[in-house]
């Protein structure tokens, strides 16, 4: 592999670890024209920009050097965050930045063909909103509530995604978006990833860098976790890591869950069963959103469910932080709130080892509701910036 090609000057310079000519030099051992041939080629393609307005000291009294950065408005991506009830789009520059955003209700369970077109005019709209066009366009990330083979871009018997399992997810959107926009849009790179994974990774890239071992728990209308680890997405061997919901607790034995089981803890603790549960007590509540509601007021058995269902999360947590001794824990979704997080700590401390969880801070989302946007656009920069991805890209140029 070229150690030294644009593709890997560019994530130097991206990471930040070397963003002047001279230091580039430094960390390649490559020579000043080399360098700057490259960096030629980065410039010709847009993807970075000398900003004469922040010089840095030069060490010898020599000329100023001049910051290189990676340019974030070159290109945008389109990404949306697909909920079983409720969807969010949004059009977002390469740093992340949200341009253009657009929500509404979207059934997840009327299947792919008519969720991803609705999709494709929704992504439509924001160009249009942004007065973007369409060849500004890189990627596409989507983010869905199931488990994800991301080498094929489907969903694998997904639990609350029904007509969804194996789907071609990325054909089916570049059909029906090229069918809103025309057939510039044939070639645009689509990716699919789970939502907690990519909620954990924006949560992680936002507010903890250098945390190396990540967990985020994603209560919403199922459970699911997402975890990080040295930087990037863990996934298990075909996807299917972190998807606990479906783990069957012992003593729930005539609890149904929507993947077909009984006792499922998805099945006692997710915002579905707490709304089935609320609205056995008296109180009608339609979802896990409903619930939500119910706690921002805090409806007093809204506010004792959520900390039982934090209990039986806690329990099932002891175990996945016993094996991977993470720094952080991110509780989110619609339940993520004090009373959840208090039933989590309670059985989470109480069942795991101290050592395990001396240095463990359980704590609340930063992104809120947008972490799943963010994370499915870093997912698809991070993918079409990679050294080797980038050099391919730019042998493609005319
Ligand atoms: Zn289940």
Same mark, same amino acid.
């Given at each position: ?13 991206? /990471? ?20 700057? $041939? ?5 410039? #010709? ?26 340019? /974030? ?31 509404? %209700? ?23 909103? %942004? ?13 869905? =509530? ?8 489907? !969903?694998?018997? =997904?639990?609350? *995604? ?22 510039? %849009?044939?070639?645009? =790179? ?14 992680? #890239? ?26 990037? *997405?863990?996934? $298990? ?12 607790? $012992? ?20 915002? #579905? ?9 008296? !109180? ?18 809204? !506010? ?10 806690? $329990? ?9 001794? =993470? ?24 069942? +795991? *080892?101290?050592? /395990? ?16 946007? /963010? ?10 910036? +990679?050294?080797?991805? +980038? ?8």
């Amino acid at each position: 592999m070229n150690q030294s090609s644009a593709g890997h000057l560019l994530r130097l310079i991206r /990471t930040g670890r070397a963003t002047t000519r001279g230091e580039l030099q430094r960390v390649t051992g490559l020579s000043r024209s080399t360098v700057g $041939g490259r960096l030629d080629q980065l410039f #010709r393609a847009g993807w970075v920009r000398e900003s004469a307005g922040d010089p840095v000291e030069a060490p010898t009294g020599g000329r100023p050097a001049v910051r290189l950065r990676f340019d /974030t408005q070159h290109a945008v991506v389109l990404c949306a965050d697909l909920e079983t009830r409720h969807a969010r789009a949004a059009l977002l520059d390469l740093g992340g930045t949200v341009l253009a955003e657009y929500s509404g %209700a979207l059934l997840i369970n009327q299947g792919p063909d008519e969720v991803i077109e609705r999709l494709a005019q929704w992504f439509a709209l924001l160009l249009e909103k %942004a007065d973007v066009p369409l060849d500004a366009v890189c990627g596409i990330g989507l983010s869905v =509530p199931g488990p994800v083979d991301a080498r094929l871009g489907q !969903v694998v018997q =997904p639990p609350m *995604m029904p007509g969804w399992d194996r789907h071609p997810i990325v054909e089916t959107m570049r059909r029906a978006f090229t069918a809103q926009v025309g057939a510039g %849009a044939a070639g645009i =790179p689509v990716l699919v990833e789970n939502d907690a994974n990519l909620m954990a990774y924006a949560e992680q #890239r936002e507010g903890y860098p250098d945390c190396s071992a990540f967990l985020l728990l994603k209560v919403s209308t199922g459970i699911g976790a997402g975890m990080v680890v040295d930087g990037e *997405m863990y996934r $298990g061997f075909d996807g299917a890591a972190g998807d606990i919901g479906h783990i069957r607790l $012992g003593d729930h034995p005539d609890a149904l869950c929507r993947c077909g089981s009984y006792g499922c803890l998805a099945a006692v603790a997710s915002g #579905r069963a707490l709304a089935e549960q609320l609205t056995a007590a008296g !109180v009608p509540t339609a979802s896990g959103s409903g619930v939500r509601e119910q706690l921002t007021v805090g409806q007093p058995d809204a !506010v004792r469910l959520a900390r039982d269902a934090g209990r039986l999360v806690g $329990g099932v947590l002891a175990t996945v932080v016993t094996l991977l001794n =993470p720094g952080v824990l991110v509780i989110a979704g619609d339940l993520a709130g004090p009373p959840f997080l208090t039933g989590v700590r309670e059985s989470l401390y109480q069942r +795991a *080892m101290p050592r /395990t969880t001396a240095y463990l801070q359980v704590v609340t989302s930063r992104l809120g509701e947008r972490a799943g946007l /963010t994370g499915a656009a870093a997912m698809v920069v991070e993918s079409l910036y +990679a050294p080797d991805r +980038a050099d391919r890209r730019l042998s493609e140029m005319p």
